[in-house]
C-alpha cells in the first residue's frame, strides 16, 4: 500500500465508522442511513462457521485492493459482529466508544510506539503518569494513588483482569516478603471474596498458584454486599490453622447485580491483619466522575489496589483499565526483573518510570492518547451528562417495574443496572429473556442470584436513550 492509497483508505474507513455510529433518525424526506448500528439487529443473525466460510480459506497470493477486503468487512464482518454500540445494548456492561478515543487509538497505530520503558518512547510513559493523574483527581481518589506521593502511583492495564493479577501478585510479594520468588511456595496463602466477586479474581489468583482450596468465599448479606462479620471470623479460622491471610477483593459493583460491599469495614479488617485490600470497581467506579456518585468510592482509601475501567462507562474504546496502588514497592518487587538489554541511565537515575515493571507483558502500546483525547474533547461535563441520564433512565424502569406486579425488582439499583425477575418463576424470566434477545432489536443478560433466574437491564451505551428504554420495557413486558 502506498501513502496515497492509504489515505484515500482511511477517509473511506472513517466515513464508514461515522455511519456506522450515527444514529440519528433521518431528517424528514431524507436518505436512511444504511451503515448506522441502529438499523442492525444487536446480535448478528449468522450461525457458527457462516463468518469463516464465507471467507477464502487459504491467503492470497498477491495483494488485494482495498476497495475488495472493503466490501468484505460491510458483506461479512460486520453482519457477523454483535453491536455493542447499538442503542438497545442492555447486555453485560457498557463498552463505550467515542469519536475522540478511536482517534487517539489510530494515532496509537499510526506511531507505533513502543513503550515498555520511558526511553523507549518518553511521550507513552509520561502522558500516562499524567493521565493517571488526571483520572485521580477527576474521580476524587486518595492522594496517596497519585505519581507524586511517597509510596502509590497508577498505570493503564489492558483489563481489570490484568489489574487483579496485578494486585495479587503485589499481595502474594509482600506477604512472602518476596520469598516466593526464589522458591514460589504459596501453599499457605488464603484469599477472601463473596461468590459476586468477578471471574477474574479467582483467575487470577489460579495463576498466581493458590489453590481454590485457599479462596475463601465469603458470605453475602441480602443484598449481594460481604458480610464483615463473616470475613472477620473466617481470617480467625485461618489463622488458628497456621494459614497467612494475604489477599481480599472488595466489589464497587459487582457485575451480576451492581453490589457494593462494605470497604470502610473490610480495609478495617485487612489493616488488622496486613491483608491486600483491592477494590475491583471496574464498570462502576466512573461513577465518581459526577459528584454526587461519588460515594461509589467510599472506603478506597484503605485499599492497596484500585481499579476501574474507562473501556466500560467512561466511553474510551477498549483496552483501557486504570490501576493504581499505593504499594509500589510491592508491585515493583513483584514484576521487575532487568535484563541487560533493557538498562538505561534514565531507569537507573531513579527519575522516570518504566512501566514494563508495573504490568505482565513487555511492550506496551500508547494507550494514554486515547484517555487525553477523550478527556481533552469530549470534556468532563459530557462525561458527567451521560452518567446522570443513564442512572435517572434505570431509577424511571426499575420505578415502572416495581410498580407492576408481574416483576420483581431482585437488587438494589444505585446506579445504571436494574436485575428484574418474573413473579412467575425461573422458567417464565427465561424464556422471557430469550423472546426479548431474539427480537434483535435488544439485549439482555440472564444472572442468576441467590439461585433465582434474573433479567439484568444495564443501561449505559452512549446511543441510549429514553425512546430505547421505553421501547425495551415494552419489549419485556409485551405477553408476560
Ligand atoms: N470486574 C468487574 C466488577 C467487572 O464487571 C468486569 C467486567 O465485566 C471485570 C472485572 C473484568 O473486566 P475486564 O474485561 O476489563 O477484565
Known amino acids: 500500500m502506498t501513502p496515497d492509497e492509504f489515505r484515500r483508505a482511511g477517509h473511506e ?43 477464502p480459506e487459504h491467503p492470497p497470493t498477491a495483494p488485494e485492493p482495498w476497495e475488495d477486503v472493503m466490501a468484505d468487512v460491510e458483506r461479512i464482518i460486520v453482519p457477523g459482529i454483535t453491536n455493542w454500540q447499538h442503542p438497545g445494548w442492555f447486555a453485560y456492561f457498557p463498552a463505550n466508544i467515542s469519536y475522540p478515543s478511536v482517534l487517539g487509538e489510530l494515532l496509537s497505530a499510526g506511531l507505533g510506539v513502543q513503550g515498555m520503558s520511558w526511553v523507549t518512547s518518553p511521550a507513552c510513559t509520561e502522558v500516562e503518569t499524567l493521565m493517571l493523574d488526571w483520572m485521580q483527581e477527576l474521580l476524587g481518589l486518595p492522594a496517596a494513588f497519585h505519581s507524586t506521593s511517597e509510596s502509590g502511583g497508577g498505570v493503564i492495564q489492558g483489563s481489570a483482569s490484568e489489574a ?46 493458590i489453590g481454590t482450596d485457599r479462596i475463601r468465599t465469603i458470605a453475602h448479606d441480602e443484598n449481594f454486599a460481604m458480610r464483615p462479620d463473616a470475613l472477620r471470623q473466617t481470617i480467625d479460622a485461618d489463622l488458628a490453622a497456621g494459614l497467612t491471610p494475604f489477599f481480599a477483593n472488595s466489589n464497587h459493583g459487582s457485575t451480576s447485580s451492581m453490589a457494593f460491599d462494605p470497604s470502610p ?37 484503605l485499599a492497596d489496589s484500585y481499579c476501574t475501567n474507562p473501556h466500560k462507562w467512561m466511553g474510551v474504546n477498549f483496552d483501557c483499565t486504570t490501576y493504581w496502588t499505593t504499594d509500589r514497592a510491592s508491585l515493583l518487587g513483584a514484576l521487575s526483573i532487568l535484563p541487560e538489554y533493557l538498562r538505561s541511565a534514565a531507569a537507573e537515575s531513579g527519575e522516570v518510570i518504566d ?89 439482555f443478560t440472564r444472572t442468576v442470584l441467590d439461585g433465582r433466574s434474573v433479567l439484568r437491564v444495564s443501561i449505559g451505551s452512549h446511543t441510549t436513550r429514553a425512546q430505547h ?7 419485556i413486558t409485551r405477553d408476560v
Open 469 to 475: 428504554v421505553d421501547a425495551a420495557w415494552e419489549l
Open 265 to 301: 469495614e473490610i480495609g478495617a479488617i485487612c489493616r488488622d491483619h496486613d491483608i491486600w485490600f483491592h477494590v475491583d470497581s471496574a464498570m462502576a467506579g466512573i461513577a465518581a466522575l459526577v459528584p454526587e456518585f461519588r460515594w461509589v468510592n467510599d472506603g478506597i482509601q
Open 164 to 209: 487483579t493479577l496485578v494486585a495479587i501478585l503485589s499481595a502474594r510479594h509482600r506477604a512472602t516478603g518476596g520469598a516466593v520468588n526464589a522458591d514460589g511456595a504459596t501453599t499457605k496463602l488464603v484469599a477472601y471474596a463473596t461468590s459476586q466477586s468477578h471471574s477474574s479474581i479467582e483467575k487470577g489468583l489460579r495463576i498466581a498458584g
Open 355 to 443: 512501566y514494563r515493571d508495573w504490568q505482565i507483558p513487555l511492550g506496551r502500546r500508547f494507550r494514554a492518547l486515547k484517555l487525553w483525547f477523550t478527556i481533552r474533547m469530549d470534556g468532563v461535563d459530557s462525561f458527567q451528562e451521560r452518567i446522570r441520564r443513564d442512572v435517572a433512565l434505570t431509577q424511571d424502569l426499575a420505578l415502572r417495574a416495581a410498580s407492576d406486579d408481574r416483576f420483581s425488582v431482585v437488587a438494589p439499583h444505585p446506579l445504571n443496572l436494574v436485575c428484574l425477575a418474573l413473579t412467575g418463576g425461573d422458567e417464565a424470566t427465561d424464556e422471557l429473556i430469550e423472546r426479548a434477545n431474539a427480537s434483535g432489536t435488544a439485549l
Open 13 to 55: 474507513l472513517i466515513d464508514f465508522i461515522a455511519d456506522y455510529l450515527d444514529t440519528a433518525p433521518p431528517e424528514p424526506g431524507g436518505p436512511q442511513n444504511e451503515r448506522s448500528v441502529a438499523t442492525r439487529p444487536v446480535q448478528p443473525t449468522v450461525e457458527s462457521g457462516d463468518v469463516r466460510a464465507a471467507l
